[in-house]
């Protein structure tokens, strides 16, 4: 697959996965009550799912058998993970923005180390 073809790819399934983290968020924030932290990094984890079977299935069309891409997928999640926590936390907690301006702006900082991770390590040819 063309890096062009797998760029756009990662943005449609980093778009759904999102959208699924977007939309744990605030329902768990909005409904449920819980706590804009908590709130995000289960939404992440929501996500997550979404972005492994697409990633895998689509994006970089892996041949690798689940047991070798899954473990790596965790590892690259837990570093995002733990990025997007810090990164939502200082901004929504420390500076004080709405939690919804400061998952989008994780969002938008996380997308490029994201790619290469997947591309290159997670879901290498």
């Given at each position: 697959m063309s890096h062009a073809r797998s760029v756009i790819w990662y943005v449609i399934a980093g778009g759904l996965a999102t959208a699924s983290h977007y939309a744990?968020?605030?329902?768990a924030v909005e409904v449920v009550k819980v706590w804009p932290v908590?709130?995000?990094?289960?939404g992440f984890a929501v996500g997550a799912v979404v972005k492994y079977v697409m990633n895998y299935r689509v994006t970089f069309r892996s041949s690798s058998p689940h047991r070798e891409a899954l473990p790596r997928f965790a590892l690259y999640l837990?570093?995002?993970f733990v990025l997007n926590a810090i990164v939502f936390y200082l901004l929504n907690e420390r500076a004080g923005w709405h939690y919804l301006?400061?998952?989008?702006?994780?969002t938008i900082l996380l997308i490029p180390p994201g790619y290469v991770?997947?591309?290159f390590w997670v879901f290498p040819r």
């Open positions: 744990t968020t605030i329902f908590a709130a995000s990094m289960m837990a570093v995002l301006l400061a998952q989008l702006s994780s991770m997947g591309r």
